[in-house]
């Protein structure tokens, strides 16, 4: 018998915390061996989230360090920005392999970082040893290595929706715009006016425009792509559902292709990929088809009057958005086949 890989959660008492648990719980070469709170050690986590009375029983732990060091082989955090920027260097010095959820080392640049999550940067260092785990696209480098910084909700979906696109340098990369609404579980378990239900029900509003934090993560991996710099409009929208992130993305070509040429290019990109599918001529996904899974599902039209491409790309921000594809790093970095633990059908209706 195989021993298990102990992982913690730091952050476990959020949204991304607790997808975390619920995926981990079912992963068989996994065992959560420590939830941890910065406000609520000691405590029972089925405490603050009853639907874990007897599933999982334990109590949280603090943050600390030492700790975590005698208790895990790898640690996630499910953290707000600023808090990994600190703490993920302490825990790989410690030895720990470690998966950030957060922005904190998503961004190359310390100045880029600064400007869009007004936080301090991280140590340089850091940020140079930080793999960024787009599973699908920059998964060969997630293998063996120690330090993953997974990607944003938005960022996954927009890019998951672009990247065969820019990789074979088809589209003009000044034409991209993305428009993308989320539910309110993106915006985290913390109580907010935005999230009030009186303000979010029945309603639906664009937010962050030209300021949201993902911008810079998308134009960074389009440019490594594409080879060129890549800057792009991107507006992110609140819808009053939990879960899901649908990006419209609208790009240019830079010579006449068909479309049946681009959905041909997709599926080669993505063959072998279990988690992306791509949908035939004329069927566009929804967010309740990837509810509750790691799938990103993408549609393609291309508007034979304007000549531009509309891209639909859906995926359920808490799984392949945060802690579903944390564990398909988790998979990659370990050496096993990356649906380990993953491989469920959505939640339908
Ligand atoms: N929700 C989503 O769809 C996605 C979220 N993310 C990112 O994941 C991270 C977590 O998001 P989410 O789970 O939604 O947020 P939540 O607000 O739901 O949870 C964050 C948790 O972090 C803990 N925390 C707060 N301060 C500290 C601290 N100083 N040290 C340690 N832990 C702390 C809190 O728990 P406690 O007080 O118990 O410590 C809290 O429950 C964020 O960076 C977010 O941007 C990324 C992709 C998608
Ligand atoms: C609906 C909603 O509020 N979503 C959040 C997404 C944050 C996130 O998931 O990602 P980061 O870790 O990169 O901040 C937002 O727009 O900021």
């Given at each position: 018998m195989?021993t298990?890989?102990?992982?913690a959660?730091?952050g476990?008492?959020?949204?991304?915390?607790?997808?975390l648990i619920?995926l981990?719980?079912?992963?068989p070469?996994?065992?959560?061996t420590?939830?941890?709170?910065s406000s609520?050690?000691?405590?029972p986590?089925?405490?603050g989230?009853p639907h874990?009375?007897?599933i999982?029983t334990?109590?949280?732990?603090a943050v600390?360090?030492e700790?975590?060091?005698?208790?895990?082989d790898v640690?996630?955090?499910a953290t707000?920005?600023?808090?990994s920027?600190?703490?993920?260097?302490?825990?790989?010095?410690a030895?720990l392999?470690?998966i950030?959820?957060?922005?904190?080392f998503?961004?190359?640049?310390?100045d880029?970082?600064?400007?869009w999550?007004?936080h301090?940067?991280?140590?340089p260092?850091?940020l140079?040893?930080?793999v960024?785990?787009?599973?699908e696209?920059?998964?060969?480098?997630?293998?063996?290595?120690?330090?993953?910084s997974?990607p944003?909700c938005y960022?996954?979906?927009?890019?998951?929706?672009?990247a065969?696109?820019?990789?074979?340098?088809w589209?003009?990369p000044?034409?991209?715009i993305?428009?993308?609404?989320?539910?309110v579980?993106?915006?985290g378990?913390g109580?907010?006016l935005l999230?009030?239900y009186?303000?979010?029900?029945?309603n639906f509003?664009?937010?962050k425009v030209?300021?949201?934090?993902?911008t810079?993560e998308?134009?960074?991996a389009?440019s490594?792509l594409a080879g060129?710099e890549?800057v792009?409009?991107?507006?992110?929208h609140?819808v009053p559902m939990t879960?899901?992130?649908?990006?419209?993305?609208?790009v240019n070509?830079?010579?006449p292709?068909?479309e049946?040429?681009?959905?041909?290019l997709?599926?080669?990109?993505?063959?072998g990929r279990k988690f992306?599918?791509?949908?035939?001529k004329?069927k566009?996904?929804?967010t309740?088809?990837?509810?509750?899974?790691?799938?990103?599902?993408?549609?393609?039209?291309?508007?034979s009057?304007t000549?531009?491409?509309t891209?639909?790309s859906v995926i359920d921000?808490v799984v392949?958005?945060?802690?579903?594809q944390?564990?398909?790093?988790?998979n990659?970095?370990m050496?096993?086949?990356?649906?380990?633990?993953?491989?469920?059908?959505?939640?339908?209706?």
């Amino acid at each position: 018998m195989t021993t298990k890989l102990r992982a913690a959660i730091v952050g476990s008492t959020g949204y991304g915390g607790v997808e975390l648990i619920r995926l981990l719980l079912a992963h068989p070469n996994v065992e959560i061996t420590s939830v941890i709170s910065s406000s609520s050690a000691g405590a029972p986590i089925a405490d603050g989230y009853p639907h874990l009375n007897q599933i999982l029983t334990d109590r949280l732990d603090a943050v600390d360090v030492e700790l975590i060091r005698s208790k895990a082989d790898v640690v996630f955090l499910a953290t707000p920005h600023g808090v990994s920027t600190e703490l993920s260097p302490k825990l790989l010095d410690a030895g720990l392999k470690v998966i950030d959820i957060s922005g904190d080392f998503r961004l190359q640049s310390g100045d880029v970082y600064e400007t869009w999550y007004k936080h301090k940067p991280a140590d340089p260092e850091y940020l140079k040893r930080a793999v960024y785990g787009l599973c699908e696209v920059f998964g060969e480098e997630v293998r063996g290595k120690d330090f993953i910084s997974n990607p944003g909700c938005y960022p996954t979906a927009t890019l998951l929706g672009l990247a065969p696109l820019a990789a074979t340098g088809w589209i003009d990369p000044k034409s991209i715009i993305a428009d993308a609404k989320s539910g309110v579980s993106g915006a985290g378990r913390g109580l907010s006016l935005l999230v009030h239900y009186s303000e979010i029900n029945e309603n639906f509003l664009a937010y962050k425009v030209n300021k949201h934090q993902h911008t810079p993560e998308i134009e960074q991996a389009l440019s490594r792509l594409a080879g060129e710099e890549v800057v792009m409009t991107f507006t992110t929208h609140l819808v009053p559902m939990t879960r899901g992130i649908l990006s419209t993305i609208y790009v240019n070509l830079k010579s006449p292709r068909s479309e049946d040429d681009i959905r041909e290019l997709y599926r080669q990109y993505y063959e072998g990929r279990k988690f992306v599918r791509i949908r035939d001529k004329g069927k566009y996904p929804a967010t309740k088809e990837v509810w509750g899974s790691n799938y990103c599902d993408i549609g393609l039209s291309l508007d034979s009057r304007t000549g531009r491409l509309t891209i639909v790309s859906v995926i359920d921000n808490v799984v392949k958005g945060a802690a579903g594809q944390a564990v398909q790093n988790l998979n990659l970095m370990m050496g096993w086949d990356e649906a380990t633990g993953l491989a469920f059908t959505p939640v339908y209706p």
